[in-house]
Nanobody, 116 residues
Framework: QVLLVESGGGLVQSGGSLRLACVPS????????MAWYRQGAPGKEHVLLA????????IYTDSAKGRFTISRDDANNTMYLQMNNLKPEDTAVYYC?????????WGQGTQVTVSS
């Protein structure tokens, strides 16, 4: 069982920036793809923002393109999501995700609230 711990959420004004971090309990970057999702309201689906594969390839969805940047620091076993020019509609719980074949792990989530 891989544990994922997110941090970095909080309250920010529209136009501001935040950097989220995700630390896995094991060194899994070389074997697992890592991703950031968000859930806008309880019961709504988790929306994929960006994924970084074990070989370093990165994909972004339309929800993240242009304002969000995913990265990882292998030496410090930490994945990041840099979020710039935040908007009120970015308000959500942000989740870290790790996946390898049928094995999928989720963090507990970190709340991001953007005030107008």
């Amino acid at each position: 069982q891989v544990l994922l711990v997110e941090s970095g959420g909080g309250l920010v004004q529209s136009g501001g920036s935040l950097r989220l971090a995700c630390v896995p309990s094991e060194n899994i970057f070389s074997t697992h793809s890592m991703a950031w999702y968000r859930q806008g309201a309880p019961g709504k689906e988790h929306v994929l923002l960006a994924r970084i594969f074990s070989d370093g390839r990165i994909i972004y969805t339309d929800s993240a393109k242009g304002r969000f940047t995913i990265s990882r620091d292998d030496a410090n076993n930490t994945m990041y999501l840099q979020m710039n020019n935040l908007k009120p509609e970015d308000t959500a719980v942000y989740y870290c995700n790790a996946a390898r074949y049928q094995h999928v792990f989720w963090g507990q989530g970190t709340q991001v609230t953007v005030s107008s």
